[in-house]
């Protein structure tokens, strides 16, 4: 049987009924890294009381080692703050926010039981395991709120708290208003993250069934937090792989911005063609490198990439839908693995 690329940290096979969903990963203080995934799926309760897993490595990625599961937790993000390890998300597929803390490196959580203890907001949200920004001694995430019906009726939201405060008091957290979608394109899985002028944006996926297949939308935020703007004829931008999730980071040594995508179009593609991408401005991007590509667009593909610079490398995780010992994923979609790879950063030039 031949085995996906990189080093597999869990697999998941298609028969369980339980794919492998939002990758995300971190390094603790000690250099520890931490990933964890949700499950969706026919065999998992990923619409009313969904599932999370960690795991940690002590070697920089090459064994891997379960070490708790959470539940609720969905779409969840893993960052460390103040020395302390957090992860936020859902509670379920479109459900209320959460945060979670641990103390001990992963292995326990606090509970999300009232408003002080990590339950945010009641509500219809969704998210997905994109960057975290401090900025103004502040963090700030990207959400969106579904508003019903059909799959894609989303509006942009920015949430943030001051980083002294308590995370777990949703008292701590202030919410931008909503903005609607525009132009009639989906929009979903925002960054917040800063541009050149120092500006809080929020760069959005837009929906890969749209006419924007490898177009993002930039989300303009203001400096208290509380309005989001959007100007369609300057922020709907081209960007290789935007119409699939993805994680935008900044790279002070390179002084470019870059993500991992999968690149849409040139040749016709779903979520088998992943690359690297990177931008001086967030408004022009060039293609890097490809990292992986399979033929066959079905059954295989590398997505939801979330991923960190590690020095002169950059380090991430994907939800991997790969064949293994029973056969294939159940489709590319629905992935079968949680990966982890390790790369350079490559030397660019302006173009």
Not at 189 to 203: F, K, Q, S, T
Not at 225 to 239: A, R, V
């Amino acid at each position: 049987m031949k085995k996906p690329p990189g080093i597999i940290i869990t697999h998941s096979p298609a028969k369980s009924g339980k794919y492998i969903g939002s990758p995300s990963i971190t390094v603790l203080p000690d250099g520890t890294y931490i990933a964890s995934h949700d499950f969706f799926g026919p065999e998992t309760p990923y619409t009313t009381n969904a599932e999370s897993v960690i795991f940690s490595s002590n070697d920089k990625g090459k064994l891997w080692r379960k070490i708790s599961e959470i539940q609720p937790l969905f779409w969840g993000k893993l960052f460390v703050l103040n020395n302390k390890l957090y992860i936020i998300g859902t509670r379920h597929e479109y459900g209320d926010i959460l945060i979670r803390r641990s103390d001990d490196g992963g292995k326990s959580w606090t509970k999300p039981n009232s408003h002080n203890s990590g339950l945010l907001k009641r509500g219809t949200f969704h998210c997905a395991p994109c960057k975290t920004l401090i900025h103004n001694n502040r963090l700030w995430r990207a959400f969106e709120v579904f508003t019903g019906g059909k799959w894609g009726n989303f509006n942009s939201l920015v949430i943030s708290a001051p980083v002294d405060d308590d995370l777990l008091n949703a008292e701590s957290w202030s919410f931008s208003q909503p903005l609607p979608k525009q132009d009639n394109i989906e929009w979903l899985e925002g960054n917040a993250l800063l541009d050149p002028e120092g500006n809080i944006v929020n760069i959005l996926r837009t929906n890969e069934n749209t006419e924007g297949k490898d177009k993002a939308a930039i989300v303009h935020v203001s400096s208290d937090g509380k309005k989001l703007s959007y100007e369609p004829k300057k922020d709907f931008i081209d960007m290789p792989g935007g119409g699939t999730k993805f994680t935008v980071r900044y790279n002070k040594k390179s002084k470019r911005y870059w993500a991992i995508v999968n690149k849409q179009t040139n040749p016709s593609a779903y979520r088998n063609n992943l690359i690297l991408i990177s931008s001086e401005n967030l408004r022009k991007w060039k293609v890097e490198s490809q990292l992986f590509f399979h033929p066959d667009k079905k059954k295989h593909g590398w997505q939801y990439v979330d991923w960190l610079f590690d020095n002169d490398n950059i380090v991430f995780v994907s939800r991997t839908a790969f064949n293994d010992e029973y056969g294939d994923a159940h489709n590319a979609h629905d992935a079968n693995y949680l990966t982890f790879h390790r790369i350079k950063i490559p030397r660019t030039r302006s173009r």
